[in-house]
């Protein structure tokens, strides 16, 4: 296929839309009823007139590692951690965040740093503590104050003051799992219109060659809102007061990329691309008294709960048990090696053997109603280049990300409907979206499959006539 791009050197924007999902933006095959194409004027023109599909993320899908793992072509496994909490060693309490430190891969804006040119940066994850670029930087919703040096350089800080006339950035709301939901959407909305404004600001003030940003308003709704707009969801009522809630999002997101749009160069290419996707949660899955119960994890007190309890604040009697787990929208089985974890009870030789036996427990456990869940347990070194630091043994998907994982104990039965961190209404889902467009070259809606997170960093270097360094993981899309 002809490279049409290939010799010229693109100025490029790249929109991040966190958890958005390919049935609502594309028409497809396998769309349904949420498909919001034909309301958002601007994202159908780049759909219609570009390339286009749904871009495979990372194992985990979620937010840290993926955004990282798109941006350094790395997989989770090179990069060596598997969400934002990660085992710092083989002891049972030790755990680590997965900062802005934690990455050890140079990503896209390092390599443009090198090549001489300009990046801005806003709202990405993984980019708190700021570190020097060629550019600006806003760092993300990881970022835990905006006390803290969140911009660099710093003075930018002063600048964003100014512009939004001395009222507070926000990174993030401040907790999108509430029953309030009135107050969640005035959150949202407020966060995602001081986040345009200032990045409308940098486009007309700074220079740039590449401009990303990051929107986590969208993964915050669709996690606070879901129930209340999708009729398949288990929970949905229908002609509830919050139903138009995310389509209204999803249009002002419209509006504001049609001013974008209306600020580039005739020349700049634009790439909207999401991390994951998202679905209805249809419940959750209670691992670590699943674990109890199939005799896998022993406590040393019969518990008595009142109330819910989380993991770290139970006693394990480790001498006698042989895996746990952790919760979050997938689960990790980590198991108790001997030789490896402090009080190891599965012996070295045994380990494969006792693996095997958990990940055919766990894809063999139907759900609620006895009907298979078609659960996946992976094993990381058959997903990864390689594996670095303590990686997970199993990595879970409960009924292909349906249903999330349940640390806690207190609960009555090892399937739940509520979550144990507060409201959710969606998981992720393993696909998140690609477009890509030239204003230059009308591609007429190009269908493309077999797109993967790590293609997105090799193709942005090649759009801007940067050489794609060897180790990158993915390719450069064909266009």
């Given at each position: ?9 693109h ?6 839309l966190?958890c958005a ?6 028409q497809?095959s396998?769309e349904?009823s ?5 309301h ?5 023109r780049?759909v ?8 495979s993320?990372?194992i ?7 955004w990282?793992?798109?941006?350094a072509s790395k ?7 598997y969400?934002?909490r990660n085992r ?6 030790r755990m680590t965040?997965?900062?802005a430190?934690?990455i050890?891969?140079k990503?896209v ?5 090198e090549a001489d040119k300009?990046s ?5 994850p ?14 993300s919703?990881?970022t835990?104050?905006?006390?803290r040096?969140?911009t660099?350089?710093n003075?930018?800080r002063?600048?964003?003051d ?11 709301v401040p907790?999108?799992?509430?029953d309030?939901?009135?107050h969640?959407?005035q959150?949202?909305?407020?966060m995602?219109?001081?986040?345009f404004?200032v990045?409308?600001?940098l486009?007309?003030e700074k220079p ?6 990051v929107e986590?308003?969208?993964?915050r ?6 129930k209340f ?11 509830n007061p919050?139903?138009?809630a995310?389509?209204?999002y999803y249009?002002?997101?419209?509006r504001?990329?049609?001013?974008l ?5 005739d020349d700049?290419v634009?790439?909207?691309?999401s991390?994951h996707g998202?679905?209805a949660?249809e419940g ?5 008294e699943?674990?109890?119960?199939e005799?896998?994890?022993v ?5 008595r709960?009142?109330g819910i309890?989380?993991?770290e604040?139970v006693?394990v009697d ?6 746990w787990g952790?919760?979050g ?8 090696v ?5 009080q190891?009870?599965?012996?070295a030789?045994?380990?494969e053997?006792?693996?095997?036996h958990?990940k ?7 759900d ?6 078609n659960?996946?347990a992976?094993k ?6 390689q594996v670095?630091n303590?990686?997970?043994?199993l990595?879970?998907?409960f009924?292909?990300?349906r249903?999330?994982s349940v640390?806690s104990f207190?609960l009555p039965?090892i399937?739940?409907f509520?979550?144990d961190?507060?409201p959710d209404d969606a998981n ?5 979206v690609?477009i ?12 493309v499959?077999g797109?993967q997170?790590?293609?997105v960093?090799?193709t942005?270097l090649?759009?801007m006539?940067?050489g794609v360094?060897p ?5 450069v899309?064909?266009?």
């Open positions: 296929m002809l490279n049409f791009f290939r010799r010229r050197k100025q490029v924007l790249v929109v991040g966190d999902p390919p049935p609502v933006l594309f497809t396998a349904h949420l498909g919001l194409k034909d958002l004027p601007n994202l159908s780049l219609d007139e570009g390339i286009y599909g749904p871009l993320s990372s985990p899908c979620i937010t840290v590692p993926a990282t793992s798109m941006l997989d989770p496994g090179v990069l060596g951690f969400g934002f710092a060693d083989h002891s049972y309490d965040i997965a900062t430190n934690a050890h891969e990503r804006w390092d390599i443009l740093t300009t801005i940066v806003v709202g990405v993984q980019t708190y503590p700021v570190q020097p670029l060629k550019g600006h930087l806003i760092s919703f990881l835990p104050s905006t006390q040096q969140y660099f350089p003075d930018l002063f600048e964003i100014r512009v939004l006339d001395g009222r507070d950035y926000d990174v993030d907790q999108f799992r509430t309030d939901k009135s969640l959407l959150q949202i909305q407020e995602t219109e001081k986040r404004q990045i409308k600001y486009l007309r740039w060659d590449l401009f990303m940003f986590i308003g969208l993964d709704l669709h996690h606070g809102m879901w707009w999708d009729p398949a969801h288990p929970k949905h009522e229908p002609g919050y139903q138009e995310i389509p209204d249009r002002y997101l419209d504001e990329l049609g001013e749009l209306g600020m580039l160069d700049a634009v790439l909207v691309t991390d998202a679905q949660m959750g899955i209670v691992i670590n699943w674990l109890r119960r005799g896998l994890l406590l040393k007190d019969e518990p709960y009142q309890i989380p993991f604040k006693e480790w001498e006698k048990t042989t895996a952790a919760g929208y997938y689960a990790r089985i980590f198991m108790n001997e030789g490896r974890e402090p190891g009870k599965i012996p030789s045994k380990y053997k006792t693996r095997d958990l055919e427990l766990i894809e063999s456990l139907p609620h109603t006895g009907r298979p869940m659960s996946v992976f990381p070194q058959d997903l990864y280049r670095r303590v990686a997970p043994d990595m879970v998907y009924g292909n990300l249903w999330r640390g207190g039965d399937y739940t509520e979550n961190l507060g992720h889902a393993q696909d998140g690609f890509l467009w030239d204003p230059r070259h009308n591609h007429r809606g190009k269908y499959e797109l997170l790590m293609d960093a090799p942005i090649d759009l006539g940067v360094p180790d990158m993981q993915g390719r899309m064909a266009r």
